[in-house]
């Protein structure tokens, strides 16, 4: 495809309801608009998000992040090639929603319609902020994902390995709240960890001595619920000292962990011997600056480019739904009306199912 396209995108597979216009050709597109709505005030007083209210808040807002991503982008309906949402995996009936949109948009418009793979927007990302060429890996990092890809094409990606439990942001939010800091976890624990030791407390790195680059975090979270009672049994409570090296001895085990589970993704990458080798990461923990500084650390050992797209692009949003229905056109045939929201959704049909879910619903 050398044509240059214009596609609407729609996401709304979990608490941000999103709307963009996104226009040109694989591996070269300018993001024209992107419109996301979060929903974080409304799960607040959950602790994680509520489909129900999730569900019920995207059809509410579907409708006018669309009119907004249309405007902001200057264009109209009649300007725009193609309709993609989200089809799964994700909750349910954020995912009817949005779907359910984009097939009232395209019978009404004519325009094809194309169902997308949440988990292939993120991974496809790179091509959309910096046209990374393929193959490159991709470790995905947020509150409801944790894998590490190998990005062969548009849609041919194999997955090497991901959590067999929580999502490393939701341990973040967890651990935020057991020690007592705000919402979202990931920030707090991190502003937290600046002041704190990282050594204070020999937290576990979870299958570290298991082959392959599966990874765990559920029990790492227990570990911290331990050390935080320890505490509090001999004093009044936690210090701001305590929270500091609580915050900063688990961020460290983290960081070790996805580093550790990073080397063997890359050396299996690197068996495959990409033309440039490049390792993308995606998602809301991505954002963290000791992760990121060790994930380029290893980077660097193996001589493998790092690439961190901005945030606004790793976190969920609608210009990689539209972004990565311009990658798969040239290799697929529109969908039809019978289209279904899947809540779980392998991205590699070839492996294995994953056992681990996120706070956000499950993920294949
Ligand atoms: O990608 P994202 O916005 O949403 C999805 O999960 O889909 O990721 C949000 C997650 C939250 O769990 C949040 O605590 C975590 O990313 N996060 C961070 C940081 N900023 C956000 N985790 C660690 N360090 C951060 N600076
Ligand atoms: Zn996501």
Do not use: W
């Not at 929603?97 to 292939?120: D, E, Q």
């Amino acid at each position: 495809m050398t044509q240059a396209v214009t596609v609407l995108g729609i996401e709304s597979s979990c608490d941000d309801t999103a709307a963009a216009v996104v226009r040109g050709v694989p591996g070269d597109m300018t993001v024209l608009s992107s419109v996301v709505f979060g929903q974080s005030e409304l799960h607040a007083d959950f602790g994680g998000v509520v489909p129900e209210i999730a569900a019920r808040a995207h059809a509410e807002r579907l409708d006018v992040s669309v009119a907004g991503a249309l405007e902001q982008a200057g264009v109209s309906l009649a300007d725009i090639d193609a309709i993609a949402a989200t089809c799964g995996p994700g909750l349910i009936g954020g995912v009817v929603a949005g779907v359910m949109t984009a097939k009232g948009l395209s019978a009404a418009t004519g325009k094809p319609l194309y169902g997308i793979n949440h988990l292939a927007g993120h991974a496809l990302t790179p091509r959309l902020s910096d046209g990374i060429p393929f193959s490159y890996l991709m470790l995905l990092v947020s509150g409801g994902h944790c894998q590490f890809l190998l990005a062969h094409g548009p849609d041919d990606f194999t997955r090497l390995g991901g959590t067999i439990d929580d999502a490393p942001g939701e341990a973040f939010d967890k651990v935020a709240r057991l020690i007592g800091l705000g919402q979202p976890g990931g920030p707090a624990v991190e502003a937290a960890a600046r002041d704190g030791d990282p050594a204070r407390f020999a937290f576990p790195r979870p299958l570290a001595n298991k082959p392959g680059c599966d990874l765990s975090f559920s029990g790492l979270k227990t570990a911290v619920l331990r050390a935080r009672d320890d505490i509090v049994a001999g004093q009044a409570g936690l210090t701001v000292q305590d929270q500091a090296d609580l915050a900063a001895s688990f961020q460290a085990a983290v960081a070790d962990s996805l580093a550790g589970k990073t080397r063997r993704a890359l050396a299996a990458y690197l068996d495959l011997a990409p033309a440039q080798p490049t390792l993308c990461v995606a998602g809301g923990v991505a954002a963290n600056m000791t992760i990121r500084a060790l994930l380029e650390t290893v980077c660097a050992e193996a001589h493998v480019a790092f690439n961190a797209p901005p945030l606004a692009l790793c976190t969920d949003n609608a210009a990689m739904i539209a972004a990565a229905a311009i990658e798969q056109m040239p290799y697929r045939h529109p969908d039809g009306m019978d289209l279904s929201a899947r809540p779980r959704m392998p991205l590699d049909t070839k492996s294995a199912a994953m056992l681990g879910s996120g706070k956000k619903g499950a993920k294949a």
